[in-house]
């Protein structure tokens, strides 16, 4: 647009100067340089670094050296730590050292990327932070202390837990609802502070600010067309190969000029006082950038410096100063303002609608298969951390490269970190960016799969030598805790012997492989101590039972129960089947093929129980109305059932039965679109079989789905629930969601994030549904729940068919749930454990006898490590960092240039209490552990030290800001007693405390 033509735009826009009638205090305005820069959207990561995220810091660094008073906030970590590692010259990152010394270059956040807060766990958002803050500290010394979460759709309040956790003085967020941002506009209530966690409470609250509604980027003319919302970027739009050349120039600024300058002054000046209003401090915190930009930095800076010269010059006159800040400069100033707080409790923002017409809720279940592989992914690496630390420990280990086994955790800690990134893993991405993120995740997931082949192998113990056909076993427990479970082998024959390590048979069952139709699934019951391994032999018998003695496996027997159309009433539940384990007795109907009912005999009550896979139609014309994408979810109407036809076998046997009900779409199809797999395990009553027993396994097969369908599967029940859902937080802590009624997009608005648990109850009975990945779930109705499964999804928005941002998803999904139905005290007590042991289940390496070549140093001793049943172990690993625990020390280090190496004896250790205060008599308690005793499996302790939640800081040293509120004293949770650092091995964790450790294991 030409300077002469924005006069006109202002007049029909009806801007005026600002009224000042009284004399107010006059206005700072900190202006945040930044760019957003995603970490995979519409183009790769190398894309991205070749079209502007390489010329974002070599000009940045630039600019910022050549003038004292500029600033810079960088934010995403991956991007900084590729261009530091590959393209950064000696001399920029001598510039860097000094920029970040004297505070001009400020790391915000700080972790690899900036997290999805729906669908991420908990588990993965403090890996990516600490990835980050590992390097920012290694590197500089710095820790970062404000959080920049401005792009996730919703914000969580897990979030503000661990950012306090972190260490974090402030908490910036941004979208959340509409309507909900313009009441706190309008009465002043965009800051407040924010204690995330119920039983936490005040210990862990957090300052927090949410972005106006001019969000993250630097505000253009209010009501603009969306060509000109953006104001205030002169270096135009990065160009990606491709981009067609008219598009090229669209976006360059009009340069500040004598003849300009009038007009962007009125613009900011309008701008800033417009703001001003909605704020409880004179300061205003003015964004300045969007996405990629300051791949100029030049433009940008030279442009913005005449303009801030310019009102700087005019300060008494337009009463505002200007400067460049950042966002540690703004909040400092905020915080010395002396303001009592609002106090926010532990309510979170989701879900996020952006208006009337669009719930984001869509994302919750888009890409389901890459949600699933995030966390698979997660788990390995999960397993693999405490292999190699426990091993690593074991010394001698002659035959492996530790170094090469650390960078093999080191791939995979950053492609799981990089799919946390709000346009990863909530597959709002395009297709190939997609691939992209499935390419790392699995060359990730090789690797670690290599360097656990490695340890086991060196760990093996000796065996009888080859044997042909047969196979060997090795079964690794990731929790520290003992679980009975069943793990499945496939081989390639029904009639085995499968010994353990003692030589003594133990419980298995085959049956046909579900995968591999020549195949066999062998069931196998087991019991593994924490952290700790079993091998198995599984041989072919070479005669039959009778002769030998020898047991074999039950082959499981399979009753076939035919077809059935779906029925528009009549009769049900004349005829029923019923299966069972020492927990449940699920009550099939033959007249319907779907469950009937639940029996669970503890509370000795009878759940009337159905499920069905149903569908959401979506509009495919943007034309004819609002329709559902990769974000948003808008069904044309309820759902409606997706099969016609419903086919059932149950496959018996002595530990495992399984109900397979095949949906098929139409009558006549050949292949069925939908497949429930229910299991019911028997196992040892005993304690630790208490989790196996108490549960119903389900696995889905869901599609591919027909184009513009939204597939749930939805159970209904006879509880009374009045419609209230509880799901969770990012695997944390749970949050109650009634039902609401909106005006518009209703049944989007009641959709939730899933990430690993939601539950339904009357007074009696609790339902819940646990899941291994990320969905959406909702209660429609009084004693349903439903889950989002699969999405598929084509419309004809021009804009989204240009950038290829469609979710035409034809994949086939399996996600797996269990359900755990029963008294509200006893699921309440079991919903933590079972939630992390479906998460982790053990690993099991499958090898043929003659590939494994025992390397002789024999099976060592090895001792369980076993925590408290309230206790998790959150990680145990070797992080490889280069810094020394004392900081003096450290900032000595760097101060003289020397580059430390990775110590390999330093282990952290993160635990976990579950349960929330009032949760559970007995579980709920703050629990003593002696750190010397239980960590004894792995050797002896010589010094325990407590980190903040990234390792980066000395807890007693850590001194977080302090925010006078309007609640000094109340809702402090039961544990709010700071819990004192460890003076020796024993340390107390209070209800929901995540405390991280350093420990020093004798040489
Ligand atoms: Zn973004």
Redesign the pocket.
Known sequence: MEPQNWLPLLLQLGLMWPPRAQPEPQLTIFVVPHS?M?VG?LHTVQENMQAYVTSVYNSVVEELTLEKKRRFIAVEQEYFRLWWDGVASDRQKGQVHQLVAEGRLEFVLGGQV?HDEAVTHIDDQILQLTEGHGFLYETFGVRPQISWQV?PFGASSTTPTLFALAGFNAHVISRIDYNLKEAMQDNRQLQFVWRGSRSLSAQREIFTHVLDQFGYCSAGPPNAPLSLSEGFNWDGEAIFPGTSLEDMYLQMQTPVTEDSITNFTILLVNNVFTRATWFRTPHVLWPWGC?RQFFNASLQFANMDILMDYINSHTLEFNLSMEYATLGDYFRAVHSDQVAWQVRDHRDFLPYSSDMHHAWTGFYASRSGLKALARRASSLLYAGESMFTRYVLLAPHPYLDLAWGLQQLQQLRWAVSEVQH??AITGTHVPNVGDMFVEHLSTGMQGVHKLMASIIQDRSPAHSGPEPGGHFAVVYNPLAWTVTTIITLTVEFPKVSITDESGLPVPAQAQRSKEMPSAYDLHVLTTIPGLSYRHYSIRPSRSSQEETGEPEPFVAITTQFGGRLRRYGGQVGGSLVPVENGCYIVFMDLDTNLMHSVWERQSNRKVYMTQQFMEYHANSDVWQGPVSDNYVFTPSGTAEPAWEAVRMEIVEGPLVTEIQQYFYREVNDSEPTFTIYSRLARGSQGSDGVLLCHHIEQEYRVGPLELNREAILRTSTKLNTGRVLYSDNNGYQMQRRPYRNYKNNTIARNYYPMVQSAFIQDRRSRLVLLSNQAHGVSSQRNGQVEVMLHRRLMNNNPGNIAVDLTLNDTSVVHPVFWLLLGSRALISGLRQRSGLALQHRPIVMLRKMNEITPRGSGSRQQEAVTLPPSVHLQILSIPGWKYSSNHTEHLQTLQKGHEAKADLRRVLLRLQHLYEVDQDPVLSRPVTVNLQSVLRGLGSVVSVEERSLTGTWDVSEMRRWTWSSQDPHGHRGNSSRPSPPPGGPEVTIYPKEIRTFFIHFQE
Request: hydrophobic share 25%.
């Open positions: 957003h995603d959207w900036m792009d996405d709000h346009d």
